[in-house]
């Protein structure tokens, strides 16, 4: 086990360059979800702390020694990949014990190591087979066995889950949390799913476009995201934002028509902002005391909620009212929030105005 | 490709004998009632097939037939068309002694001739599997040009090219060796072709994982890539071993010593020169039969694992 530090590290292919100073501290035992949209470049940071895409500008760090010119297997990393990559021709065993076997482990040593992983795993009944032999989330455990049997300093997860579905990941979701626990390795997993970050991180790093946009627990990041971005990816359904302008002391008037009053610092009368709102924060009100008003145009019936889509001039909204709590479409609704649940953007930057 | 995804040749047949209307096929018409039986159409598709059999089937009987009477009967107008009592006696002076103006025993003609097939085989494979691992894995300079420059032979026949490698060959003093015999012949843009595209259909992250498993490039070629080529090699090797088995001209023009003759020179001695008569013809039957039955055998003992390594890539 090991902390992991990225300081200003950047990736460029030829001119282009992807990550654009990445800064980051991972302390020992840490389970670390970097989430992001696909192209964000949380992939490629992960392939660079496992070594498999050089470091162009910055250093990274596993303990204490800066790995930046180390080979992936000098690391001591391990990594299981999005489709499992096992080898197809060796049996669960082998594959398992590959790696131990080129370090030059001894038969005994091998033995023990894969035995209790595939303790761990519940994968005992099946090390005699191929890995097509396999169901998908049984793959991905044996993928999860390669890199235990190695005891490294530091695991790798790259979008370990995303082939499996819905039900089954949830499974693995939680096989993961509860091996972290045992196992207490530090960890970077990269997900695009925030649902998934949100479970599974003791903190996340939220990425878009080659920057890390916030760092944080995952209810830090939810109830105090730093930028637009970060508002807008994490939560589901996603924030509602309305354009708006500074209109006095506490007061937005949004662009559609409508006041919404916030608890964040002073707002220039006239300044462009943009005022967010949770759809769980959206309550309906009485007409005198509403933000806005916006006619239904979509239910969205969940079971336990339901998703009310309000439209509001040219913008949409989204109000997760309690099941059986819905208004027809086509009606208006009246909807407001506490004050200080509203969080205020920059219109050009999206940077948080508190 | 998937076992589970991979068209099975059993699940085919149904279908195809729906097509042709053979008569297990009529399950479904027979379930709405309809009785179908067109015993013309059965009778027809048997006979195409039948004729198809004869016509490839009948020379391969008659060359049989020959090897196992004496010269004179072969020559005798009809032929007969059953077999005759000389067939160890004929075969054995063939093996040992030969036939014609070849003096050398066909025993040796054998011997060159597995050599040569057995060493174009495996050194085809081995070249091609070395040389497209370098092309997909390694990042050098001119990879693509190399790559362009292996393609671009595959529109060369041999014929083509045969003058300046005899060339090369002759001033290399390799006539009459084994080694000219198959060394110009096995290099081979199409086995690098068909490994390239093979590996390219591997996943990057299984080179990856196995780069983190501590694999060095070599430790990979042999611990995964070979294991997974495994079909594909033996379907290439059945491929190459009767290519380089039924080599006629190069061997024809780099061998001036009968020790070197390969069979299929050696059937092309004992024929030329001399008239119509003076042929033994029953020993060349003999020997013909012989000269088929290495590649039929390949064929037959590698079936299983030649379709596998054409359909399935074990993936």
Redesign the interface.
């Known amino acids: 086990m090991a902390k992991v530090e990225l300081r200003g590290v950047r990736k460029s292919y030829g001119p282009l360059e992807v990550i654009h100073g990445v800064d980051a501290r991972v302390a020992d035992g840490e389970f670390i979800v970097i989430v992001g949209p696909s192209g964000c470049g949380k992939s490629t940071l992960l392939r660079m702390v496992?070594?498999?895409e050089t470091i162009t500008v910055g250093e990274i760090a596993i303990g204490d020694a800066v790995v930046n010119e180390r080979?992936?297997?000098d690391r001591d990393?391990?990594?299981v990949?999005?489709?499992y990559?096992?080898?197809?021709?060796m049996s669960v065993y082998d594959n398992m014990a590959?790696?131990l076997r080129?370090?030059g482990m001894s038969k005994a040593e091998i033995d023990g190591r894969v035995k209790k992983a595939a303790g761990i795993l519940e994968l005992g009944p099946l090390l005699e087979r191929k890995p097509?032999q396999l169901s998908g989330g049984q793959r991905q455990r044996v993928a999860m066995g390669?890199a235990i049997v190695r005891e490294p300093k530091v695991f790798l997860f790259d979008e370990p889950l995303s082939n499996l579905d819905a039900k089954l990941r949830v499974q693995m979701r939680f096989e993961i949390q509860k091996l972290h626990r045992q196992l207490g390795t530090t960890s970077l997993y990269v997900t695009h799913d925030q649902v998934e970050a949100m479970t599974l991180a003791q903190r996340m790093i939220v990425m878009n476009a080659g920057r890390a946009e916030q760092i944080g627990t995952p209810m830090e990041v939810y109830e105090d995201p730093a930028t637009q971005f970060v508002a807008g990816f994490i939560g589901s359904p996603s924030m509602n934002f309305l354009p708006g302008k500074g209109a006095g002391a506490g007061k937005i008037a949004l662009e559609h028509g409508g006041i919404v009053h916030h608890a964040a610092g002073q707002v220039d009368t006239g300044r462009s902002v943009v005022v967010g709102i949770r759809p769980e924060h959206l309550v309906v009100a009485d007409p005198a005391d509403a933000f806005f008003a916006g006619t239904v145009e979509l239910i969205e019936q969940l079971g336990a909620d339901t998703l009310v889509h309000v439209a509001h001039g040219a913008d949409s909204s989204i109000v997760r009212r309690p099941h059986g709590l819905q208004p027809e479409p086509g009606s208006t609704l009246h909807v407001s929030a506490d004050p200080s649940s509203v969080f205020l953007f920059d219109a050009a930057s999206g940077a948080r105005l508190r | 490709m998937d076992v589970s995804t991979a068209p099975e040749p059993k699940a085919r047949l149904p279908f195809l004998a729906r097509m042709l209307r053979l008569p297990h096929a009529r399950g479904a018409g027979r379930r709405e009632g309809m009785v179908e039986n067109r015993p013309f159409l059965t009778v027809l598709t048997h006979a195409v097939l039948l004729l198809g059999v004869a016509v490839i089937a009948f020379p391969v009987y008659v060359t049989f037939v020959a090897s196992t009477i004496t010269a004179e009967e072969v020559l005798a107008a009809p032929m007969p068309l059953v077999p005759g009592p000389h067939l160890i006696e004929n075969y054995r002076e063939a093996l040992l002694h030969g036939a014609g103006n070849s003096a050398a025993p066909v025993w040796r003609m054998m011997a060159n001739s597995m050599i040569s097939a057995l060493v174009i085989a495996i050194g085809k494979i081995v070249i091609s599997l070395l040389s497209a691992f370098a092309i997909v894995y390694f990042r050098f300079p001119f990879r693509m040009f190399f790559f362009w420059m292996i393609f671009v032979t595959l529109m060369l026949p041999v014929e083509v090219r045969i003058l300046p490698t005899y060339k090369v060959v002759s001033d290399l003093n390799m006539l009459d060796s084994y080694t000219g015999l198959t060394l110009p012949l096995i290099a081979s843009a199409t086995a690098t072709f068909l490994f390239r595209q093979f590996f390219l259909t591997i996943p990057d992250e299984l080179a990856e994982a196995a780069r983190i498993d501590g694999a060095g490039p070599m430790r990979f070629f042999w611990d995964v890539v070979v294991p997974m080529s495994k079909t594909s090699m033996a379907a290439l090797f059945v491929i190459q071993f009767i290519y380089g088995w039924n080599q006629y001209l190069w061997p024809l023009i780099v061998t001036t010593q009968e020790d070197y003759y390969t069979v299929v020179i050696g059937i092309k001695r004992m024929i030329a020169g001399g008239g119509e008569a003076s042929v033994e013809w029953h020993l060349v039957m003999a020997t013909a039969i012989m000269a088929m039955l290495p590649p039929a055998l390949v064929v037959i003992l590698m079936q299983r694992w030649f379709v596998k390594g054409l359909v399935d890539t074990e993936k």
Do not use: D
């Open positions: 496992a070594g498999l080979e992936p297997k990393i391990a990594m990949f999005q489709n990559a096992l080898y197809p021709h590959y790696g080129i370090r097509r390669r």
